[in-house]
């Protein structure tokens, strides 16, 4: 039998197919986060980028997205080693670390609102940016277990 590709291929050599399906939707990379600069601690907010489907977790524009988010994150041209605060469910960061996809995800399970069931997605938590004061965001800041 064989490996599945994130078992045997480093991110950096995915192809474009490989690497955006090891997305699961859960949209937690679009929530808005705070580094304390002294400790580099990463706080997630419950506030999510306007683009974010906060249904399915996915980009309403996808393929325009760093046009009209100048500070979206491109993941992909991000050096792995800065991997540490993606969500430690990201499959992405768990391929880096060399752990496998939790069950849930689809690539495993087959079922892609799996992640949603699993109350690994921001669904029914998270809010659009545009409903607060992104001055205050750290009024904002959540501690979900799946973060």
Known sequence: MTE???RTTPLDEMSEQ???SLCDGCGKCCLHKLEDEDSGEVYYTRVACDLLDLKNGRCRDYQHRFEK????IDLRAMET????????TCAYRLVHEGHDLPDWHYLISGRP??????RCSVRGRAIHES???LENLQEEIVRWVDL
């Open 113 to 118: 609102g799996l992640v949603h069931k699993a």
């Open 4 to 6: 599945p590709f994130w």
């Open 131 to 133: 409903k607060v004061d």
């Open 69 to 72: 988010v100048p500070d979206c």
């Open 18 to 20: 490989q690497w955006e």
């Open 81 to 88: 080693r800065t991997y540490h605060w993606l969500p430690a």
